[in-house]
C-alpha cells in the first residue's frame, strides 16, 4: 500500500476501519465460498471429491455486509492423470473386470467448464455472539473426459491386447450445495466455523467418465481464520475441515474421509485492490470402502498454489467486486494434476458510510 492510502486507512477511527473491513470482506469472500464437484475435480471414488479445493481464499472469515448478495464465477480446469486413475475410471465404467490380471499403459485427460451461481444472505442479528450466513450454490456447465492408451489382460490360458480410447462429455446441471457459516471478528483477528454438504440431484451416471453430479450425498465441516489489517493492507486466511461422504447407493462405493486447507494471502495496494497468493492442501485421510471398492484403498492427495487478484468497486448503489485467481497443482497422488482458474463477479450491498462525528457543545 502507498503512503497516501497507508495514512488515510491509518488514521481512520475504529468506525470507519470497521466498515472498510466489512466492505472489503463481504466482496472479497466470494473467491470462493462454493463447494461444487465435477468430473474434472478430483479424489476418491474414481478420483472425484466433493470438495473443490481452492474454494476459500483471501478474507474468508472476515465478517460481511448484512443482506443479500450474489456471485457469479467461471471455472475452468484442465488436468491429466497417469495409469492409476486412469484404470480406476475404466473399472468405473465397465470397461474390465478388475479380477482379471490387467496391464494398463493409458493416460486420463480431463477439462471443465464451469457456470456457478451463488445466492447468499447475511444477517444482521448476531448469533452466538457471530455472524450467520447461508446460501445455496448450483452449476450449469460442461465437463469431458477421455482415456487413450493400451490394455493387456490375462486369464490363463488366455490374452487379450487392445487399444484403448474412451472418451465422454456431458452438459448440464451440478447437484445443490449448501453452506452455512458463523463468523466473530475481533479487531484485525477474524474467527469462522462452517457446515456445508452435497444434495445429489446433479447430471451422473456410473458408467460414464464424465459428470456433473457426484453420485452421492457428503457432509463437510471445519473453521478458519483471517488476518486482516485495515491500516497496513496486510491480510492472510486458512480455511481447514473434513468431508465425509454416503455411499453410492448405484455402485456401492464410499469414498474415504478427506482433509482439506485452503489460504490466501495479500496486499491491499490501496483500498479497492489487491494482489497475492493462493494455494490448497488436500489429502484423503481414511480408505474407501464398500462392496463396490474394486480398487483398494485409493487414498488421494494434491498441492497447488498460484497467484491472485481483486478489485472492489461501486456499482448501481451497490458494492462490485472482479476477481481472478489461478492454482497449479503438484505432488498429486491417485488423482489428475494440472490447473485451473477461477474468474468471480459477485454484488452485495454496499457497506454503511460511517456518521459523521457530531459538534463539539460548548458550555459556559
Known sequence: MNRADTSALGNSAPLKKSVLRSSVARTVLFVGLLATTSSASRADESGTSFWLPGQYGSLAAAPGTPGWALATVYYHTSVSAGADVAASREIQVGRFNPALNVNLNANLHATADLALVIPSYVFATPVLGGQLAVQMASIIGSTSANVNGTLTASLPPFGLVRNESIS???????????????????????????????????????????????????????????????????????????????????????????????????????????????????????????AGDRIGAFESRVFAIGPQIGYIFPIAGKQGYL????????????????WN????????????????????????
Not at 489460504?263 to 480408505?287: E, M
Open 168 to 290: 465422454n462429455t456431458v452438459t448440464g446441471f451440478g447437484d445443490l450445495y449448501p453452506l452455512a457459516s458463523l463468523k466473530w471478528n475481533a479487531g484485525v483477528h477474524n474467527f469462522m466455523t462452517y457446515v456445508t454438504g452435497d444434495i445429489p440431484v446433479g447430471n451422473y451416471s456410473s458408467t460414464s467418465l464424465a459428470n456433473l453430479g457426484l453420485g452421492h450425498g457428503a457432509i463437510d465441516g471445519g473453521g478458519g481464520y483471517t488476518y486482516f489489517n485495515p491500516a497496513t493492507g496486510h491480510e492472510f486466511s486458512a480455511v481447514a475441515g473434513f468431508t465425509y461422504n454416503f455411499k453410492n447407493q448405484t455402485t456401492q462405493y464410499q469414498s474415504g474421509v478427506d482433509f482439506h486447507l485452503d489460504w490466501g494471502a495479500s496486499q491491499f495496494l490501496s483500498k479497492q485492490f489487491f494482489v497475492g497468493l493462493v494455494g490448497y492442501a488436500y489429502d484423503q485421510v481414511s480408505a474407501d470402502s464398500g
Open 323 to 338: 476477481g481472478l485467481k489461478s492454482y497449479f497443482e503438484f505432488e498429486a497422488r491417485n488423482r489428475p494434476e494440472g
Open 341 to 364: 482458474t477461477w474468474l468471480t463477479f459477485s454484488i452485495s450491498d454496499a457497506a454503511p458510510s460511517p456518521s459523521a462525528a457530531p459538534s463539539r457543545l460548548v458550555h459556559k
